[in-house]
């Protein structure tokens, strides 16, 4: 694997967090738990994760900014530059002991993505990107969006709001359009394995209503180089200021495109 000196340092802060939450894993029963919201939680585990990253990056990188889900936001002062960080996205997944969870990171510089990491601790699977270098699985598995052309061959993703969310209903009207027309939809839980499976070909494509800037920054940049598009869910928006996200392989994107939004 050949990346840059980010990057590296990314994945290399990717997979010490892994091991972290590994170990906790495989004690999730003892977990102390603290809800911050209904269907929301997060844990010890969690906030050790995100500490053990912002240490070894802001160590590296003192003047970038920090976006993370546990310890929020703080300016750089290269203000052109900022790290993006999930330190366990799928943390329910987690609490229940179901291995599909992941570590998230990316870079962001004068507000565009330029290097990504999702590194699945429990599959040994670390994804990655790197703008204009093309999207990687492990060491040296490249990655291409899947190339089916028919809908109804197609197996797609979703985040189903949980808890105090509001976008049940449109969600529910995105499935009563979209599952008629397709081979199936998946919730698996973790929005940034979900858009790294898309960039692998697992997933013809992904959506999801109401998701934060961590959540899908890195996955974002992993489809596009792995060839697929991304888009908000309404003309125009970009998904990391509105929070709302579609990605698909390029066969089908406009023809799943039109059929959440109902064209």
């Excluded at 429990?122 to 060491?139: I, P, R, V, Y």
Aim: with cysteine; glycine share 12%.
């Amino acid at each position: 694997m050949q990346g840059s000196a980010n990057l590296n340092l990314m994945i290399k802060a990717a997979r010490k967090a892994g091991r972290s939450l590994v170990k906790d894993f495989r004690e999730v029963e003892n977990l102390q738990v603290s809800a911050k919201g209904p269907g929301d939680f997060v844990t010890k585990a969690d906030r050790e994760a995100e500490r053990l990253i912002k240490e070894d990056l802001m160590g590296a990188r003192p003047s970038y900014g920090w976006l993370g889900e546990e310890t929020g936001e703080q300016a750089g002062e290269d203000p052109t530059r900022r790290w993006i960080v999930d330190p366990l996205d799928g943390t329910t997944n987690f609490l229940h002991g179901m291995p599909h969870w992941a570590v998230s990171i990316a870079l962001e510089h004068k507000g565009e993505i330029v290097s990504a990491v999702v590194h699945d601790p429990a599959k040994d699977e670390t994804f990655w990107a790197e703008k204009g270098a093309g999207a990687w699985l492990n060491d040296n598995r490249r990655l291409r969006v899947s190339g089916r052309r028919q809908m109804s061959e197609a197996i797609f993703a979703t985040g189903v709001p949980f808890g105090a969310k509001k976008t049940l209903p449109a969600t529910l009207q995105d499935l009563a359009r979209l599952m008629p027309a397709c081979a199936g939809v998946r919730r698996w839980g973790a929005a940034a394995l979900d858009l790294a499976y898309v960039a692998a070909g697992r997933y013809e494509g992904y959506w999801e209503r109401e998701i934060n800037a961590w959540d899908m920054a890195a996955g974002i940049l992993l489809v596009k180089e792995a060839g697929g598009m991304v888009s908000g869910l309404r003309e125009g928006q970009e998904p990391l200021e509105a929070g709302a996200v579609i990605a698909g392989n390029e066969a089908l994107f406009e023809t799943f495109r039109k059929t959440l939004r109902g064209e």
